[in-house]
């Protein structure tokens, strides 16, 4: 089917007659000959749509198709497209005229095949680096066009999340979860974790191909998702995550440098048992802080130094995999010599002995042995345990053809400062517990399947490292998805298999040893491999360090991208960068946050702040999926087809689940900071329009609750002023008395729905412009006077006419007006222009005629205003008729502001002669007692007509807080 579409200028100015020096060139009022006016064609189209070529090609709306297209080419390709074309050039795109009526729209609407060729040829380089290579160029000559970091779906994706995937938790702290909790359970641990993470690259695949992903990944995948104040709470969080993950790989690569590899450069020695901790962690702190000064001047360098580091870090990572599978394969038939001395079932540490037994041959005497003088200082006092049971040397590493996989299959939780104890070993039972100062090997931390689930979840957080680097990345869309997936494919396959073979092949006793003491300080996962334990130590010294600069490189990235968003005032310094767009700034405070993180210490206490700042940022990207997924956005068109909302929602369960189960009181902290950030930022006021899901969700509630209240009436419980307010405009377009909206504030104190309206006199055409200026000065002043609702301006031929279809049309649906608010008019009787009390006779009418009710203040500008609170007074309300309760709820409602709230209530009403005013006065009293209304009643006793309007008027004039609401009788409130 083929659609042609005729395109027409919609500007005032425009069209000849209607503007004022058109290029129609007619007078103003005058009419045009339709036949000088040539429609442009566009050309046809066949398939599902024809874009309109004389939209313009910078529009920065979301109605375009290509509209979220253009407006990531930044600010250096928004300049004039003809300023860049020569005159022929010029001549030849624009010589067919099918692109605009004017000469004046050429320069702002490029022809449509130009547009494509610039939206198929863009290259996302970060900010300022086009500016630095074209600053180059001037000095070396015309140069190739520039040229930044174009990395695709291995170097940009895959290795930066394997490498973060591969991080410290694999060499340092799996072996120990196997042991702990066991391999049944640490395969449910793993499970439960991949599970979340491949759930959330699913909807983080579907985000990242609906669009250009430019650099700052998962926070703008968020923010243009969730809108601004979503996306800089989740951002933030994301940021420290991922900035206290370089903390942790930097604390993991000290832990094997001072434990492993030189345990000799410790500049805190050890003391006795209780100092030795304390000791290991100045020392981390100490060396962690220069470490992290190192790869923060390996960062600074560029992206592509880092890269040229993560090549090699990775291959000393894959090398050390290998070597655990290739020692885990060999431990079958040719299990490593690694000895575990045992007393009785417990398992002592190899630091205190060089024989495993009691007593030692030394030539023909027979002596006691180091351990002997370590369990029985003297010959009178003896541990009675050590008496009661023997030493037994048992294989520390039987192999995988050992049988070992079905003694660790089970869990072995403890409590901190437990002796590891083996299973199925002889043991005599004592029942004074060991003491701390005995020579076993001890469990440092209390041990659960909650806390080893909150320390294992780090390991499989690298997911969005890749995202995080979307600026250098060439392709993002094709590469986000792809290197993700595959790297959690890959990784999740690992952990699974390590598990099984960790579990087959090492002992659980020396399993559960988080620092190999009892195989005299080795690495507990150097233990299977091969060919010797120092490849392993090695290889997870490097790749701790490549994840710590993987994390170092994406985290100031992240910032500078919320930092150029400007929707947190004080981060915006951190959107700067050196020439080549390097976050400068932002690396040197992710530097200072990161030195917090090493100033803990301990991996293990890291490791569960971790869990929670990156699930909560993956509880949102599923979030995020699910609601574009279910609203059915036009917009939202991935080219990653395997995605439904149903795994979005289960992705975020399990994110929710993983959160409390990992440490409730964390999770509680984690929300807590992301809603004060969101508050925050809602405060500021982020004046950004992405088009996120909660503005589409926001616009189906809408939706849904006015079709509910078109169901029928309000109930009497839930009614309240619907406040339709008319101001007046001066000659300046400003609001004559702005004290009608400050009564107004004070009244609905922002419930309920609040119309502004006002009339402006003459043509629409013509006073377009004018509308909208008297519309933003009106919604300028309710954000002034805080006045929460909508503004309309209408423009008509009589201002009785325009309030008339105020009256009449304002609101939508069972969201409309029930109460009018119109002032007083000034000085009618002085003036001789009889439009005003006209005007106010006729809105009365019109008012009646809708059945709505009906206040007018008088001497609007004698009101007190919203920072001049009334320190005393009386609220005096005149009831001369029965309303249905509308004049006894005024004042209530105006008493909940603080203007008012020391004010009384003060109920006057007129009793006739024929009336008994000590009984009307009990029956208000009653009445009001039920209405659950606090006011002092007076009776007015009239004894003529005359007396009683002179009565009336002086009450009036004596009311000494509030003035009074005039208000004719409607039919209902």
Known sequence: ????????????????????????????????????????????????????????????????????????????????????????????????????????????????????????????????????????????????????????????????????????????????????????????????????????????????????????????????????EFGGAVGLCFYLGTTFAGSMYILGAMEILLTYLFPGMAIFRWGDVNAEMGNMLNNMRVYGSCFLLILALVVFVGVTYVNKFASVFLGCVVVSILSIYAGAIKSAFAPPDMPVCMLGNRSVSAEWYSECDKTVRRGNLTVTSKLW???????????????????????????????????????????????????????????????????????????????????????????????????????????????????????????????????????????????????????????????????????????????????LTGAPRLLQAIGRDNIVPFLRVFGRGKGNGEPTWALLLTAAIAELGILIASLDLVAPILSMFFLMCYLFVNLACALQTLLRTPNWRPRFHYYHWSLSFLGMSLCVALMFLSSWYYAMAAMLIAGMIYKYIEFQGAEKEWGDGFRGLSLSAARFALLRLEEGPPHTKNWRPQLLVLIKLDEDLHVKYPRLLTFASQLKAGKGLTIVGSVLTGNFLDSYSEANAAEQAIKALMSRERVKGFCQVVVTGRVRDGVSHLIQSGGLGGMRHNTVVLGWPTCWRQSEDPRSWKTFIGTVRVTTAAQLALLVPKNISLFPGNGDPVPEGTVDVWWIVHDGGLLMLLPFLLRQHKVWR????????????????????????????????????????????????????????????????????????
């Not at 020391?902 to 209405?931: P, W």
Request: with cysteine; aromatic share 6%.
């Open 1 to 228: 089917m083929s659609v042609r579409f005729t395109v027409t200028p919609t500007r005032a100015e425009d069209v000849p007659g209607l503007g004022g020096d058109g290029a129609g060139g007619g007078e103003p009022g005058g009419g045009a000959d339709t036949g000088d006016v040539s429609a442009p064609t566009a050309a046809p189209a066949t398939g599902d749509t024809a874009g309109a070529a004389g939209e313009p090609a910078l529009d920065r709306s979301q109605s375009s198709i290509t509209g979220e297209h253009i407006k990531l080419l930044g600010n250096h390709q928004e300049k004039d497209v003809a300023a860049s074309l020569s005159d022929d050039h010029m001549g030849s795109v624009y010589g067919d005229g099918n692109l605009a009526l004017f000469e004046e729209e050429l320069e702002t609407r490029p022809k449509v095949s130009l547009l494509l060729s610039r939206m198929a040829n863009y290259t996302n380089l970060p900010q300022g680096a086009r500016e630095h290579e074209e600053a180059e160029s001037v000095g070396e000559g015309r140069r190739g066009g520039p040229r930044g970091p174009q990395m695709g779906t291995l170097v940009g994706v895959f290795l930066p999340c394997l490498q973060n995937i591969f991080g410290i938790i694999l060499f340092l702290r799996l072996p120990w979860v196997v042991g702990t909790a066991g391999v049944l359970q640490a395969l449910c641990i793993v499970v439960l974790c991949c599970s979340c993470t491949m759930l959330t690259a699913i909807s983080m695949s579907a985000i990242a191909t609906n669009g250009v992903v430019p650099a700052g990944g998962s926070y703008f995948m968020i923010s243009r998702s969730l809108g601004p």
């Open 373 to 551: 003088a370590h369990f029985c200082p003297t010959n009178l006092t003896c541990d009675p345990y050590f008496l009661a049971n023997n030493l037994t040397l048992i294989p520390g590493v039987p192999g995988l053809a050992s049988g070992a996989l079905a003694g660790n299959l089970w869990s072995r939780y403890g409590e901190r400062g437990a002796v590891i104890e083996g299973r199925g070993l002889p043991s005599v039972g004592v029942r004074d517990p060991p003491t701390n100062d005995m020579p076993y090997v001890y469990t440092d931390i209390s041990t659960s399947f909650t806390l080893l689930v909150g320390i294992f979840f780090p390991s499989v957080t690298g997911i969005m490292a890749g995202s995080n680097r979307s600026g250098d990345l060439k392709d993002a869309q094709r590469s986000i998805p792809t290197g993700t997936m595959l790297a959690i494919g890959t990784t999740s396959l690992v952990y699974i298999t390590t598990i099984l073979l960790f579990g087959a092949s090492i002992d659980g006793v020396v399993l559960q040893d988080k620092f190999g003491g009892a195989v005299n300080g080795t690495l507990v996962v150097g233990t299977v491999s091969w060919p010797s334990h120092w490849l392993i130590v090695a290889g997870s010294f490097f790749s701790t360090c490549g994840a710590g600069l993987q994390s």
């Open 902 to 973: 020391k004010c009384s209530i003060r109920i006057f009403t007129v009793a006739q002669m024929e009336d008994n005013s000590i009984q009307m006065k009990k029956d208000l009293a009653t009445f009001l007692y039920h209405l659950r209304i606090d006011a002092q009643v007076e009776v007015v006793e009239m004894v003529s007509d005359r007396a009683g309007v002179g009565s009336h008027r002086a009450a009036r004039v004596a009311t000494p807080c509030c003035p009074t609401s005039d208000r004719p009788r409607p039919d209902r409130p």
